[in-house]
Nanobody, 119 residues
């Protein structure tokens, strides 16, 4: 089992920045990648960004490319999402998740952190 705890959400004006953190604990040795997803009110959960645990390759949704940066600290089992130039449409609950080597699926999820961007 892997436990994930997100932090760093909040209220920010359009054009501002926030940094989300996600600390992983438990059986993290089988991690292939960690990702950030988001779910806006009335919409389905969507992929935002991911990073391979070994190698650090990063991937972004087109909607956040150039504004968001995902990074990780392997020693702390923590992944970050630096969000700049925030827009009202970035308002959502942000979830981090672990993609396991065994299944290549995002099997573990955090509880989510609210990000609200005011216009």
């Amino acid at each position: 089992q892997v436990q994930l705890v997100e932090s760093g959400g909040g209220l920010v004006q359009a054009g501002g920045s926030l940094r989300l953190s996600c600390a992983a604990s438990g059986r993290t040795s089988g991690t292939y990648a960690m990702g950030w997803f988001r779910q806006a009110p009335g919409k389905e959960r969507e992929f935002a960004a991911s990073i391979k645990w070994n190698g650090g390759n990063t991937y972004y949704a087109d909607s956040v490319k150039g504004r968001f940066t995902i990074s990780r600290d392997n020693a702390k089992n923590t992944v970050y999402l630096q969000m700049n130039s925030l827009k009202p449409e970035d308002t959502a609950v942000y979830y981090c998740a672990v993609r396991r080597i065994a299944t290549m699926s995002y099997d573990y999820w955090g509880q989510g952190t609210q990000v609200t961007v005011s216009s």
